[in-house]
């Protein structure tokens, strides 16, 4: 039988690595560690169905059947408080006490948290990650409020759209110029400005928000936004501490190379956490998706299952969502690069090229478009704007 | 209740007394019944839990919307005109009985 597998993080990327293990025949013992209470869930909806229809029993990724007949120790409300290397072994802490847990393989995949940018009073804003968080937002949004959302990125536009829906008046306060910065082209930037105010949303560009109160808050340049309830929705950091006291490589996340092993191949890190090798440009990334960590989990759970040293490298396209209002947002691809220059192919299809070629194309409501481009960047041949044109007018 | 049946690609057919209302791409997960992903939890934004409706149940099932059909273009396996989304076949009490082939390939 194969050595123990352990997988620190039960998102949707650690769970995943332990579906695909049993998927690829692994026999050996699996344990799946996760800090939160309750079966392993998908975050997506929490920003968006969930905050409409409340049904956290759909959020769950799989039943608790799962892991007895997959044979799956699954270890809630438990965290991970030291790798040990040397002994091959974590040290956990959770209801049953402190154990050390013997490996073979550790995967990480301890994903993110919420960032707590330097904001007085941030003690009055909600969180919007897990379960909990969407929870007690939920029952705070049960008569109409006034609500200031920090942060212009999906998360805090999701939730500004669902609001303003149920009849909340909305401030989303965004410390860059423009909204979604880091994911999304400046075109699509704007698109979306003009869908928010249109919604109802007021929106706050380019001023970071320095103080928060019970009536409101406070931006840099002085503008007061009144607010009885705060979203703090400003980004994330990834999870790296437990990485870095063992001595692992990390810069912006967990640095993994291109079969997605940590400075000790014994270590693997997936989704959120890790810093991969883009596969297409070779420089290293950390993606916030669903895709990434599922992507991830299935390579990592793979190369444990087939012990091959010369399996495939990582080579799965990105791919992203959103859900604002009645648009579908989506991005096939990524661009994260200083030398991005964009293209509008039409008003709703903007292409992102960098020195390597095309790198992204974003839609909004042309998921024809979406899954086309995903083929042919999958496919690594060249893609001209023309093309794009083609296909956006087909 | 209603009763619904995966036919894997392999041939190996499973059946699930599934909750109504529920969607047979999350019947499927909940059940542990391989061959259907749902990565994207059914927000109609991955395209991984592709089935074929069974020809006697085509009419009932009815034909697939617009987006899911923009969505199947990504499909791994052969798209077919009995193609669907699972995530977006709800199971009414006239669905019982129904019968959804699987794909030999979701990504």
Redesign the interface.
């Known amino acids: 039988m194969a050595g123990p597998v352990v997988i620190a993080g039960a998102g949707q990327g650690g769970l995943q690595a332990a579906i695909s293990l049993r998927?690829a025949g692994f026999d050996g013992p699996v344990t799946l560690i996760g800090s939160e209470p309750g079966l392993p869930y998908?975050r997506?909806?929490l920003s968006?169905?969930y905050l409409k229809d409340g049904d956290a029993d759909?959020?769950?990724?799989?039943?608790q059947?799962?892991f007895e007949?997959?044979d799956v120790t699954y270890l809630p409300e438990t965290t991970v408080t030291r790798i040990d290397r040397d002994a091959g072994r974590v040290e956990v802490t959770g209801p049953a006490g402190d154990s050390a847990l013997p490996y073979e393989n550790l995967v990480l995949a301890t994903g993110t948290r919420n960032m707590r940018p330097p904001i007085e009073g941030l003690e009055h804003a909600c969180d919007l990650r897990t379960l909990a968080d969407a929870r007690t937002l939920r029952g705070r949004l049960d008569a109409p409020r006034r609500i200031a959302v920090i942060g212009g990125g999906f998360i805090g536009l999701e939730f500004a759209a669902v609001a303003v829906k149920q009849g909340h008046e909305v401030a989303v306060i965004e410390a860059a110029p423009r909204l979604m910065a880091r994911a999304v082209s400046p075109l699509m930037s704007n698109r979306f400005a003009t869908l928010h105010r249109d919604w109802g949303a007021e929106l706050f560009l380019g001023q970071p928000a320095v103080s928060v109160d019970e009536a409101g808050v406070t931006l840099a340049d002085g503008t007061r936004v009144p607010a009885d309830f705060v979203l703090l929705a400003a980004g994330v950091q990834p999870n790296v501490e437990l990485a870095e006291d063992a001595g692992l490589e990390t810069a912006n996340g967990i640095r993994v190379d291109t079969r997605l092993r940590t400075s000790d191949p014994a270590i693997a890190a997936l989704g959120d956490c890790a810093s991969f090798p883009d596969p297409r440009t070779g420089r290293h990334v950390r993606l916030e998706s669903?895709?990434a960590a599922?992507d991830h989990a299935?390579l990592i759970a793979a190369r444990i299952a087939g012990d091959d040293p010369d399996g495939p490298d990582y080579a799965a396209v990105p791919w992203f969502?959103s859900?604002q209002g009645d648009r579908?947002l989506?991005i096939a691809g990524f661009a994260g690069g200083p030398d991005t220059t964009d293209e509008a192919v039409t008003e709703n299809v903007v292409a992102r090229f960098d020195a390597h070629g095309l790198a992204a194309v974003e839609t909004i409501n042309?998921?024809?478009v979406?899954?086309?481009v995903?083929?042919m960047l999958a496919s690594g041949d060249p893609i001209e704007l023309s093309l794009l044109e083609e296909l956006a007018a087909a | 209740m209603v009763k619904v049946t995966y036919v894997a690609h392999d041939g190996e057919s499973t059946t699930i007394d599934a909750e109504e209302g529920a969607s047979v791409m999350?019947t499927a997960?909940?059940?542990?019944v391989?061959g259907i992903v749902g990565?994207?939890?059914g927000?109609?934004?991955c395209?991984t839990c592709h089935c074929y409706v069974d020809e006697a149940w085509a009419d009932k099932v009815g034909t697939r919307s617009d987006?899911e059909?923009?969505?199947?273009?990504?499909a791994t396996s052969e798209v077919t005109e009995r193609s669907r989304l699972s995530c977006q076949i709800k199971l009414t009490p006239e669905l019982d009985g129904l019968v959804v082939h699987l794909p030999e390939d979701q990504?």
Do not use: Y
Not at chain 1, 58 to 63: C, E, K, N, V
């Open positions: 998927q998908q997506p909806p968006k169905a759909a959020l769950a990724l799989r039943p059947s799962f007949t997959k669903v895709q599922t299935r969502w859900d579908k989506q042309a998921a024809r979406h899954m086309k995903r083929r | 999350k997960v909940s059940n542990d391989d990565e994207c939890g927000s109609m934004m395209a987006d059909d923009d969505m199947l273009e990504g990504i």
